[in-house]
């Protein structure tokens, strides 16, 4: 099934090689997006924001792109794969148009016709206040149009709000992957804040302990609580990945400086966080905390060690020589990836 999927921008490299890796096939890398060829009996990918079933696309540009399609999609017509959820089925829907990530009006008429014709396929009514399913008519610069039907996350209408700061899953999982994770892994955030990467790495990949740690009391006695609440291992990992969950996360309330005390040296075989970056709060003495981070990452990690580190402090981070730097955008915020296999601060 050809599908389109977004992620966090700048992550294009690595993500093209999970969905290779993950047995389907790619077929145009976008700033932000892929579109691919999805294997049914493979699970999407939970870097992935959106994912959407393209059933048309041409290759077309200018700011008449979705109305040329919407056209050609009315003189075509379409077929809805047997994996939609919309095929023939109760309920409402939405038609959007969008081009180059800005919702876009269209003819009145048009748009008509196109909801006559999905309503026709589908058996469903088009309510435009939407809250049912999505029919996007997406039009992208790098001169490519699709007519697209959105998949529904099956917890999408659970998720939590994120707390100002946190990362989100999505970003937390790019994270853990980049870190080529292996079942005998100890792996350690210093930073952990709400903890999403720790969640993310015992939800998704094999692990033998996690610890998360932070300096806010508050935060940590808050992951402590959860861990605590009955059935909380069952939430924190998906039928798919339940193996993984084989001990639970330690969070403890510690210093970076702390760090040497509580491992001995060479004991960590993943260091993953996304430290204070300076930007928000900036009672931080930045310089001397990348200094101590760069310390102790040093002496607790294994010769054979991997750190992946989230932040804005490119300048900081770029002096450790990185084996790989992925320039993102986290909130609107200029931000780097930055891998290491070997740790060589000084």
């Given at each position: ?197 720790t969640r993310a790495r015992a ?22 609580q959860q861990l605590q609440r ?115 601060a000084d």
């Open positions: 099934m050809l599908t389109f999927s977004t992620f966090v921008t700048g992550l294009q490299e690595p993500i093209a090689q999970w969905i290779a890796e993950d047995g389907h096939r790619p077929r145009q890398i976008l700033d932000g997006a892929i579109l691919y060829d999805a294997r049914k009996e493979k699970r999407t990918l939970p870097c992935f924001f959106n994912t959407f079933n393209v059933l048309d696309f041409e290759k077309r540009s200018g700011s008449k792109a979705v109305e040329q399609l919407m056209r050609g999609v009315l003189q075509r017509g379409f077929r809805l794969p047997d994996t939609s959820h919309s095929k023939r089925s109760r309920g409402s829907f939405r038609v959007v148009t969008s081009h180059e990530n800005q919702l876009v009006a269209v003819d009145k008429r048009l748009r008509s016709d196109v909801e006559k014709l999905i309503a026709s396929r589908t058996g469903m009514i088009p309510d435009r206040r939407g809250g049912g399913r999505e029919f996007w008519f997406l039009a992208r610069s790098e001169g490519v149009v699709l007519f697209m039907e959105r998949q529904q996350a099956k917890n999408e209408k659970n998720e939590q709000k994120l707390k100002k700061g946190e990362l989100r899953p999505q970003l937390a999982y790019c994270l853990n992957r980049l870190a080529q994770p292996i079942p005998e892994d100890i792996m350690v955030d210093p930073f952990c804040g709400y903890g999403a990467i939800a998704y990949f094999p692990y033998r302990e996690i610890y998360g740690l932070d300096i806010d009391g508050q935060k940590i006695k808050a992951l402590q009955p059935g909380v291992s069952k939430k924190l990992v998906n039928s798919i990945t339940a193996k993984n969950f084989i001990n639970p996360i330690n969070y403890q309330r510690a210093d970076i400086r702390q760090l040497s005390a509580i491992f001995p040296a060479q004991s960590v075989d993943v260091i993953i966080t996304d430290p204070p970056w300076g930007v928000f709060d900036t009672q931080d003495d930045i310089p001397s905390l990348y200094e101590n981070l760069a310390k102790v990452c040093k002496h607790v990690i294994k010769p054979d060690g991997r750190m992946v580190i989230l932040t804005a402090q490119k300048e900081q981070l770029q002096k450790w020589q990185p084996d790989a730097r992925y320039d993102i955008l986290v909130s609107g915020q200029k931000a780097a990836v930055f891998v290491f296999t070997y740790v060589n």
